[in-house]
């Protein structure tokens, strides 16, 4: 029951206007309990007066709203239902007790001073000058004259035969939430005859009402929440209904804003058009809330069997659970609910993960926050979850589990643990990690070769095929230390990468190729006769020439009549052979004649060839 003025209403107005259609974010910071069934609460400076139930009067300090203290207590066997403070006096709707007035000039120390009770149930009070108006369930609303606290005397009441559950009053005009009968109006400019002008009823039961201006807010039980122009008070008319399902016990109006205690806790509502409330914020923490006063950024709510909780409040435009003050003292964008893009929002974030709203990845795993939280279920501030000495996203990447240590498994069943694979930089779900045809283990265990990379020793060839098919050195790309890599031995010249001297011409495979550019795998590049190491070396003749000194005569002819086969002057005495067209009738001859002597000349070269080698290698040594 919200026993809330005009007035009053006015003064604690902290500005609330919100610009287009923001968020309204509600966060409990507080709250105070000791067992009893909390139903009202009126805010009065620094203190909070609850009327609790079975345990009367309860006087609640709330300087500091996140921590509230209980400093006084008055009870004398009542039932608390409704409170409203004026000045150093409490009124008390006490049930069947009816109104208990108590001097609270000294909080920590309560006192009745004065009672009235006319047999009725009080359910709820609204105080206006020297009057209370009591709203006295079957016996309708009863009117007492407070002028003298300790003497309070009936003046007036109104009863039609509905059931008084709230009551509140503006100007003449006393509103009354009359349960099944609706919303009644009562011209009380004379307080001893109180009078009815206007009625509304829509089928709901009105429990509470707050007047502000020309309109009054109904809360009328399962039809949530009524909004009536009472300009005129004998023709009320709804302009405005809000309902989600739920029962509206309590309603408080500040600003633009309706907050509505119910069955779902704490309802916000954006009125600033009346004919269509919206939806604004909520709050429900299982309690039922039966009714609400809103005073400076705080919503003071009696929850019932909770007690009293306090609820801050603050527009959230972007809809990230931080209030824009709040995102303003994180540095994060207030229009912007994810402000580093990764995919949680900045209020969550802070709230419920206590990760970093302006990082992606709060523990820099690699793995964004969102991964973390959402798909691996891994800690966002801890890179290593399981704490087994690798990395969460190591662990997620290569398919080990970041949430059990795992160190001492073989993810792939290459004989190396997960953990040697990780300090290692192998891979633990791939027995080959670099795809060379040696596992792992070979090239950890076994070769002194690089798990990581193909070509440890990057001659051109894969570490496997070196060690299997060439056999060659794999952390050596010069294996036969020719100048030649091995690869360009395999792949491009053709020469053995284990022999430096392919040809065993007497010249290694690299001077062949890049000095004397003779054939490498040709032991007579111009097949004069002459191997080429001995034309270089020995007889100094060109190896691509077979007739150095354009002589007529072959180098190997001149070596073998012993002339100088680089001097034109210099050369056997027998001229050239004359060859002579033989007879038709002759050629078949002289081709069987010449195959033979083919055959013989062929003989005596390659034995000279081979002499010349001996010759050289003879004087090289």
């Not at 006490?94 to 909080?107: M, V």
């Not at 009117?143 to 509140?168: H, K, L």
């Not at 100007?171 to 609706?182: E, H, L, R, S």
């Not at 914020?281 to 005073?295: L, P, Q, W």
Request: aromatic content about 10%; hydrophobic content about 35%.
């Amino acid at each position: 029951m919200q026993n809330s003025s005009a007035n009053l209403q006015e003064s604690r107005t902290n500005g609330l206007s919100p610009a287009g259609n923001p968020q309204l974010l509600l966060e409990e910071v507080g709250q105070w309990d000791d067992g009893g069934v909390a139903l009202d609460v009126f805010i009065s400076g620094d203190y909070a007066y609850v009327a609790d139930g079975p345990d009367g009067l309860e006087v609640i300090y709330i300087y500091d709203p996140s921590a509230p203290v209980e400093v006084g207590q008055w009870d004398d066997g009542g039932y608390a239902y409704g409170v409203f403070v004026v000045g150093d006096f409490a009124y008390v709707a006490d049930g069947s007790d009816g109104l208990e007035i108590i001097d609270i000039s000294t909080p920590d120390a309560p006192v009745e001073v004065g009672q009235w009770d006319d047999g009725g149930d009080a359910l709820d009070v609204f105080v206006v000058g020297d009057f209370a108006y009591v709203a006295e369930y079957y016996d309708g609303l009863e009117i007492i004259n407070i002028s003298t606290p300790n003497a309070p005397v009936e003046v007036g009441d109104y009863y039609d035969g509905g059931e008084a559950y709230g009551v509140c009053v503006s100007d003449d005009y006393a509103f009354v939430a009359d349960f099944g009968d609706g919303l009644e109006i009562l011209n009380v400019s004379n307080p001893t005859i109180p009078v009815e002008v206007g009625q509304h009823f829509d089928g709901g039961f009105a429990v509470d009402v707050f007047v502000s201006g020309d309109y009054a807010f109904v809360a009328d039980g399962s039809d949530g929440l009524e909004i009536i122009d009472i300009s005129t008070p004998n023709a009320p008319v709804e302009v405005g209904q809000w309902d989600d399902g739920g029962d509206a016990w309590g309603v408080d109006v500040l600003g633009n804003f309706a907050f509505v205690a119910g069955s779902s806790g704490l309802e916000v509502l954006n009125i600033s058009d009346l004919t269509t409330p919206i939806e604004f914020g909520d709050y429900y923490d299982g309690g039922s809330a039966y009714s609400v006063i809103v005073v400076g950024d705080y919503a003071f709510v009696a929850d019932g069997s909770d007690g009293l909780e306090i609820l801050s409040f603050g527009y959230d435009a972007d809809g990230d659970n931080l209030t824009d003050e709040q995102e303003l003292i994180y540095s994060t964008d207030p229009n912007d609910e994810d402000t580093d893009d990764d995919g949680l929002l900045d209020g969550d974030e802070i709230k419920t993960y206590f990760t970093n709203p302006l990082s992606s990845d709060s523990d820099s795993d690699s793995l964004s926050d969102y991964s973390e939280v959402m798909t691996h279920l891994t800690n966002p501030n801890n890179n290593d979850t399981d704490f087994d000495s690798m990395l969460d996203a190591w662990e997620v990447f290569n398919g080990t589990n970041p949430l059990l240590d795992d160190t001492n498994d073989d993810l792939d069943g290459d004989l190396l643990s997960n953990l040697l694979e990780y300090n290692l930089g192998t891979y633990p779900n791939d027995t080959d990690s670099d795809d060379d045809e040696l596992s792992d283990f070979a090239e950890v265990i076994i070769y002194p070769t690089d798990p990581l990379v193909a070509d440890t020793d990057s001659d051109g060839l894969d570490d496997g095929d070196e060690l299997l098919i060439y056999n060659t050195n794999a952390i050596d790309a010069d294996s036969d230390d020719d100048g030649l890599t091995d690869g360009a031995e395999v792949l491009t010249h053709f020469t053995n990468p284990n022999n430096n001297d392919t040809d065993f011409d007497g010249l290694d495979d690299y001077s062949e190729i890049n000095t004397h550019l003779t054939n490498p795998i040709a032991i007579d590049s111009d097949n004069d006769g002459l191997i080429d190491g001995a034309e270089i070396l020995t007889f100094l003749t060109d190896p691509l020439d077979t007739d150095s000194d354009d002589d007529g005569f072959s180098d190997f002819e001149e070596v073998l009549a012993n002339t100088d086969p680089n001097d034109i002057n210099d050369f056997p005495e027998d001229p050239p052979p004359i060859t002579v067209t033989p007879p038709p009738e002759t050629i078949t001859e002289t081709i069987t004649q010449a195959s033979g002597v083919s055959l013989l000349v062929l003989f005596v070269i390659t034995t000279i060839g081979i002499i010349s080698l001996l010759f050289f290698k003879r004087r090289k040594a």
